[in-house]
Structure formats: structure tokens, C-alpha cells
């Protein structure tokens, strides 16, 4: 284990900054709240001066931060996100693609926090498991009920909207 030089943390920001944005942005539906955050995540980490044994160990560490910072920003707002009158389409064959990406990010916008994280670090960032319950503080067999639960949540979100796994049929 080697103590955090500037160097070192220069390197990871860059490799960890994008991904970790994007994670932020997709959790809290807000570029805003996602600049913030990260912002507040790096500083915890720097503050923190972890001395951790790899790029991946940092990885999950920052990620962790930056989770829990994302969950206690629902908690400090005590809100929601609001949602705009959900759009009626009964088919998607006259639907553009950009229809159906605002229509995707909106029923993503209504999973709850924790379904988000979910579906992300798991589809997006790839990430196994014992990662995903690193990230978000639960015991690894949990993950994969966790993640089926939000799997189905979206498609029951999307089926709504005339293009989950059930409308398709």
C-alpha cells in the first residue's frame, strides 16, 4: 500500500472521472447534482488519503463516496424527482429514437435511487457482484435479487409506456 501522491491521483481522476459523472448524472437526473457531487466525492477522497492497494480498490472506494453522497442528497432534499406527463404510445413503430431514449431516461428517472445504482454500476460500468455490493453497502448474494427486482421494475415502467418486454409481444 502506497499513500496518494499527485501524480498517482491525477492518473486515477482522469481514468475515474467520466464514468463516475455518468453515474451521478443517471442516478440524480440532474448534470448540476452530478458536477456537485463528484466534486464532493473527490474531496472525500483526497481528505480521506486512503492508502489502498490497487486502481480497482480506489475505483470501489470512490464509487462507495460517491453513492453514499447520492443518497444522502435525496435524503437532505426530502424529494422526488418530478416527473413530466408521461407520454402515451401504444406502438414504437412511429416513435424516432430519440422518442424512445427520453422515453428510457424518464422511466429510468422513476426507479428509486438504489434501483438506479443498480442497473448502472451492473449494465454500464460492468461491475461484478461483490463490486456492486461494495458500492452500495449490501452483502453480495443480495445483489442479484436486488438487481432482478430493478430489471423488473423498468420493464414494468417501460411496459407502461407501450415499449417494455410485454408491449413488444
Not at 501524480?7 to 448540476?32: I, M, N, P, V
Not at 486502481?55 to 472506494?61: S, V
Not at 435524503?75 to 404510445?89: A, G, T, Y
Request: aromatic share 10%.
Amino acid at each position: 500500500m502506497r499513500p496518494m501522491d499527485e501524480a498517482r491521483f491525477e492518473l486515477f481522476y482522469r481514468k475515474t472521472a467520466g464514468s463516475l459523472w455518468g453515474y451521478l448524472h443517471r442516478l440524480t437526473g440532474d448534470a448540476s447534482a452530478a458536477d456537485d457531487l463528484m466534486q464532493k466525492s473527490f474531496f472525500r477522497f483526497l481528505r480521506a488519503n486512503p492508502a489502498l492497494e490497487s486502481d480497482d480498490h480506489m475505483r470501489r472506494y470512490i464509487f462507495r463516496t460517491a453513492t453514499n453522497l447520492a443518497l444522502d442528497y435525496f435524503r437532505e432534499n426530502k424529494r422526488r424527482l418530478e416527473h413530466d406527463q408521461v407520454l402515451e404510445m401504444t406502438t414504437t413503430g412511429g416513435a424516432s429514437a430519440s422518442d424512445l431514449r427520453y422515453d428510457m431516461s424518464r422511466a429510468f428517472s422513476e426507479l428509486k435511487p438504489q434501483e438506479r445504482a443498480l442497473l448502472w454500476l451492473a449494465h454500464v460500468e460492468e461491475s461484478d457482484h461483490a463490486e456492486i455490493g461494495e458500492a452500495l453497502g449490501v452483502k453480495a448474494a443480495s445483489v442479484r435479487v436486488l438487481l432482478f427486482r430493478a430489471r423488473k421494475r423498468l420493464a414494468e415502467l417501460l411496459t407502461r409506456r407501450g415499449i417494455g418486454p410485454e408491449a413488444v409481444r
